[in-house]
Nanobody, 131 residues
Framework: QVQLVESGGGLVQAGDSLRLSCTAS????????MGWFRQAPGKEREFVVG????????HYADSVKGRFTVSRDNAKKLLYLQMNSLKPDETAVYYC????????????????????????WGQGTQVTVSS
């Protein structure tokens, strides 16, 4: 069973940068559409960015466009999220996810936006941005 593990979270000041990583337990996981979500205390889980299996297509939430960059290294089984100019209201637990129904094997090159279409989730990594 595919497992995802996030890392790289921490406590930073407003305006700082962080890079999150998501490691997959199996190489096959890197041929799925993947995404990053976040959930702040008392709020619903929020889409941050999605990336198709090859990395050729991405889709960002408007709130992070121009500041966050997603990338993947399928050979290394890694998904990254570079976050620049962080804001205090972006304090949240950040999750990576994989959509098993949208993969290279299925001929799917879509970017998945809805959390309901993601099948595997990491345990999350805390990002805290102080003002």
């Amino acid at each position: 069973q595919v497992q995802l593990v996030e890392s790289g979270g921490g406590l930073v000041q407003a305006g700082d940068s962080l890079r999150l990583s998501c490691t997959a337990s199996e190489s096959i996981a890197m041929y799925y559409a993947m995404g990053w979500f976040r959930q702040a205390p008392g709020k619903e889980r929020e889409f941050v960015v999605g990336i198709n299996w090859s990395g050729s297509e991405t889709h960002y939430a408007d709130s992070v466009k121009g500041r966050f960059t997603v990338s993947r290294d399928n050979a290394k089984k890694l998904l990254y999220l570079q976050m620049n100019s962080l804001k205090p209201d972006e304090t949240a637990v950040y999750y990576c996810a994989a959509a098993l129904e949208c993969s290279a094997g299925y001929g799917c090159s879509d970017v998945i936006l809805s959390d309901h279409e993601y099948d595997r989730w990491g345990q999350g990594t805390q990002v805290t941005v102080s003002s």
